[in-house]
């Protein structure tokens, strides 16, 4: 009750008892006094919402009067409430109905009069079915039902029967609430899930037919579509976490600058903006005003709110998912939902690449193996066999020619299949390069950056012989000094080095000079950074995965300075001064 006036009101209906003018002269002092000689009048200032603090009345009256009080307050609730109530009697008439129901549009009011007349109809089946009365708190169970009204609209109802003193249900209670916005974001998580698992699921035919680069081109393509067509979303950096370094390295942009990526943030609550943050603490941050917020760091041009999420996987950060508006309060709650559960599919997508990139970095390994073993007792009956024949065919120079020839070529093969098993350690048929100082290649600087010993200096002996001026460095520290110092026609580096990786060493060389050209090089595709795709976006020459024949370095050489090696050459040929092929 309203307690704000000077006076405490009281409502006084003279009655029979009651002298009126005596009750007048004993509260009027001390209250606000409303005097009614008829209790129509009376009932209609309580139901016009006059408040009270107290109702004087003959015992007669009073009874009337409480049940006006009560009218008014459950009528003040069901008003009040945000869902439409209503009665439905059996034959389809809506008896009462509070003021949100009937607001509901037209369209929605005739469906819930529908609804009730099949919920009562099916009370009345159940009830009537039943050989023996069902208690009474089981016959008076609600239905839920649900159902829509045009493209958008969704409502949901409770609907219970009203079983009369003979047992009889012949009205039901409708309950209705507007369920379009859950809906909506039910059917927004649901789309999300499904894109999720479309991210994941890498059809072992498709996939094994790709390179680790398609591989993740693949995934990075599916997650900007996803990441716009369904949170519409078109600013994002996504940056996975190097345990060693406990730096996020940028690996899919999308719609930032770059020198959004040249900020290096590590995975510190402080000193590291809003993803280091993310990243150390595990919890998700909405920016809704970033030139306010003090843990902002360059991203977007102009940008005025952020969203980052963490990526997990089994409970680890793994990285974080950066999303970036020029909208001040573009973010809320939902799509800081939705972003942790898509955030969820990326890190496992992510992992799945890694491993099926290490188990084939093993797996090849013991293929390999497993061939020589193979191969080595029939490859040793063939040279027993040819040696025999050679000491049978005394004399026919010629034949006893052709048998050495076999014998040569099996052990050909047997160093082959040696260098294989060598697996990334090695560079195939580097033995064949001839020294040619007149080379296209002559006088180029090139620098080979790799922590295996063999790599660098069958590399170093390749280009050396024809006439480059080689550097070499066994970490990514001394490949950066290089760079910087010595004006290099050509990078080769390894992407798994000690203090850099493949991408840093490719960005140090952009730094130096915008078309410097670089070739990347790993073991069996292994890329733990993502190194190849993101130096592909930006102008990576080239690809090798180790075991390479030198071949394919020297064609990946060609293409990358712009040389030209012999007119006869075929793919992956050198042609030498004198028109043979090496």
């Not at 680890?316 to 599919?345: H, M, P, W």
Request: hydrophobic residues 40%; negative net charge; contains cysteine.
């Amino acid at each position: 009750m309203d307690m704000s006036s000077e006076k405490p009101r009281v409502l006084i209906l003279s009655g029979e008892v009651t002298e009126v003018e005596d009750v007048v002269g004993v509260l009027g002092n001390c209250f606000s006094l409303d005097v009614f000689d008829r209790v129509d009048d009376a009932l209609r200032a309580l139901k016009g919402g006059e408040n009270y603090h107290a109702i004087f009345a003959d015992v007669g009256d009073f009874l009337p009067l409480e049940r006006a009080l009560v009218e008014q307050q459950a009528n003040m609730v069901l008003n009040t409430i945000g869902e439409g109530v209503c009665v439905v009697d059996d034959v389809g008439k809506c008896v009462w109905a509070n003021e949100r129901m009937l607001g509901f549009p037209a369209s929605v009011y005739d469906r819930i009069k529908q609804l009730c007349c099949s919920a009562l109809e099916m009370f009345v089946k159940q009830s009537s079915r039943s050989a023996k009365p069902e208690p009474i708190e089981h016959r008076r169970r609600s239905r839920k039902f649900g159902f829509q009204v045009g493209e958008a609209d969704y409502y949901e109802a409770f609907i219970s029967p009203v079983i009369g003193d003979d047992g009889v249900v012949k009205q039901v209670v409708a309950v209705v609430w507007d369920a379009s916005s859950g809906r909506r974001l039910q059917q927004k998580i649901d789309a999300i899930d499904a894109a999720g698992r479309e991210l994941v699921r890498l059809e072992a035919d498709n996939i094994g037919k790709m390179s680790v680069p398609d591989r993740l081109k693949l995934l990075e393509d599916k997650i900007i579509r996803f990441t716009s067509d369904l949170m519409h979303f078109d600013h994002f950096i996504i940056r996975l976490l190097n345990k060693k370094s406990n730096q996020l390295e940028p690996v899919i942009t999308v719609g930032l600058p770059s020198e959004a990526l040249e900020v290096d943030l590590y995975a510190e609550p402080e000193g590291n903006g809003i993803s280091g943050w993310v990243a150390a603490t595990g919890r998700s941050y909405i920016a809704h005003d970033v030139e306010k917020d003090p843990r902002y760091v360059l991203g977007l041009d102009h940008a005025k709110s952020s969203l980052t999420v963490p990526l997990r996987l089994h409970d680890k950060i793994i990285g974080v998912f950066n999303v970036e508006s020029q909208t001040s309060g573009a973010f809320c709650e939902d799509d800081r939902q939705f972003l942790e559960i898509f955030g969820r599919y990326i890190a496992i997508a992510l992992n799945i690449l890694d491993l099926l990139v290490v188990e084939r970095f093993t797996a090849t390994g013991r293929i390999a193996e497993g061939v020589v073993r193979e191969m080595s007792e029939p490859l040793n009956d063939i040279v027993t066999e040819a040696q025999t024949l050679i000491e049978e065919f005394i004399g026919n120079d010629e034949l006893r020619h052709r048998l050495g020839s076999i014998v040569d070529n099996v052990e050909k093969m047997r160093g082959t299949l040696r260098q294989v098993t060598e697996g990334p350690n090695t560079i195939l048929d580097a033995e064949k390069v001839q020294g040619d100082a007149d080379s296209p290649f002559a006088g180029k600087r090139v620098l080979v950056a790799d922590d295996e010993g063999n790599i660098r200096k069958t590399i170093d002996d390749v280009l050396t012989k024809l006439g480059c001026n080689v550097f070499v460095s066994k970490d990514g520290h001394e490949a950066v000094n290089i760079i910087d110092s010595q004006g290099l026609d050509l990078v080769i580096s390894d992407i798994r080095m000690p203090h850099r990786n493949g991408y840093e060493i490719f960005a140090a060389a952009q730094r130096v000079r915008q078309d410097l050209p670089v070739i990347l090089m790993t073991g069996f595709g292994y890329d733990p950074h993502h190194s190849i795709v993101r130096a592909s976006q930006e102008g990576l020459a080239a690809v090798l995965y180790k075991p390479f024949k030198i071949d394919q370095l020297l064609e990946e050489v060609q293409k990358a300075t712009g040389t030209v090696v012999g007119e006869r050459g075929g793919q992956g040929e050198r042609v030498d001064k004198k028109g043979e092929t090496a």
